[in-house]
């Protein structure tokens, strides 16, 4: 189900950043609505730009399969089509399966599923206070952390699922809806996260 956004982007994208916004829809195959929207404030779209090309995507300390994790009950919990569609697509190439996806569906399903690691639950416990409202730290998640995470790490992981929330919260402010980045979108149960209603 797409709804019209909130705000419509600029008629005629300004150079450069339409060419350069072209330039990456080509590469991820999709119009990216709410990088269109953001032209009306070059200064806020070369920010994200840059936040989103230093993202991490694979790390000695914080793997594919962990960022691909933290990335998708993320975005589950901040209730954002677009960010799911996104996040989720290709789950499979990156080590999740489809019950591990489910799982991150679940507000408390990735504490029960079975395949996922000691160190995994502790980083997805973790993701689950920060973006609560209000952000609160039991001592028993921030222990478990540092546990299984060297401080690197512990950063890296509060950067990722920061970066996921802060692109959530902007996408779904400017009404933009999934584009259709999965190829099985039944699998994330999209209609389940809808924050718009017709």
């Not at 009306?40 to 989103?52: A, D, H, I, N, Y």
């Not at 921030?142 to 401080?151: F, G, Q, V």
Request: proline residues 8%; contains cysteine.
């Amino acid at each position: 189900m797409t709804l019209p956004t909130f705000v419509a982007p600029p008629p005629r994208l300004p150079f450069p950043w339409g060419w350069l916004l072209g330039l990456v829809e080509h590469k991820m195959g999709k119009p990216l609505i709410a990088n269109r929207i953001l032209t009306w404030s070059p200064k806020t779209l070369v920010g994200t730009g840059v936040m989103e090309a230093l993202v991490i995507h694979d790390d000695r300390e914080v793997p594919v399969r962990l960022l691909k994790l933290l990335r998708v009950f993320v975005s589950y919990r901040v209730s954002c089509p677009f960010c799911i569609d996104l996040n989720g697509q290709n789950h499979r190439d990156q080590g999740l399966t489809d019950d591990e996806l489910k799982a991150l569906a679940s507000p408390t399903g990735y504490q029960t599923e079975g395949s996922f690691s000691a160190p995994e639950k502790a980083a997805l416990a973790y993701a689950a206070c920060l973006t609560a409202t209000p952000v609160r730290f039991p001592e028993a998640v921030i222990t478990a952390m540092k546990a299984h995470y060297s401080d690197r790490a512990f950063t890296l992981i509060a950067a990722t699922c920061a970066q996921v929330n802060l692109w959530a919260r902007l996408i779904q402010g400017l009404g933009v809806s999934e584009a259709g980045f999965a190829a099985e979108p039944q699998l994330l149960e999209l209609d389940q996260f809808r924050t718009r209603q017709p």
